[in-house]
């Protein structure tokens, strides 16, 4: 019998707890993350609703071994580049992965670049700092 949810973030937290997300970063993602009425669904955002970041990194998500490599995969740059948080290394940083690298390469750290330190950081950056990088390639000049 499949478990039901009281909600999202309930589902979310248990789904990141078998990926092996750590807590630490799964309340981080709760606590930031934008509510999906407020996403206009045509248009690409750094950081994404919850059931949507579920999506992207489940079986039908986007093919590349985002989790083995110790990312947890949360929106997308305007260019198709994914926006992940490491969750292995420097747990809680948050990451630019190349769209054009990373199919078919099995280590995604040689095609990511640290963008800000954490969520937080990502957030006010976007909204507050016209130098920010909006994608990979501008994130690795």
Not at 33 to 61: C, R, T
Not at 67 to 91: H, R, T
Request: contains cysteine; glycine residues 8%.
């Amino acid at each position: 019998m499949k478990k039901l949810f009281a909600n999202t973030n309930e589902q979310f937290t248990a789904w990141a707890s078998q990926q092996g997300i750590p807590a630490g970063v799964v309340e981080t993602l709760i606590g930031s993350a934008p509510n999906k009425q407020d996403l206009d669904p045509e248009v690409p955002y750094h950081f994404s609703h919850l059931k949507d970041i579920m999506s992207m990194n489940g079986k039908d998500g986007i093919p590349i071994p985002a989790i083995s490599n110790g990312f947890l995969m949360i929106g997308c740059c305007c260019n198709g580049d994914p926006v992940a948080v490491d969750f292995q290394k420097d747990v809680g940083s948050v990451y630019y992965l190349s769209h054009e690298g990373m199919f078919g390469n099995k280590n995604l750290r040689h095609v990511a670049v640290q963008v800000p330190k954490d969520i937080h950081d990502l957030l006010r950056r976007l909204g507050d700092d016209p130098d920010f990088p909006l994608d990979y390639w501008d994130a690795a000049k």
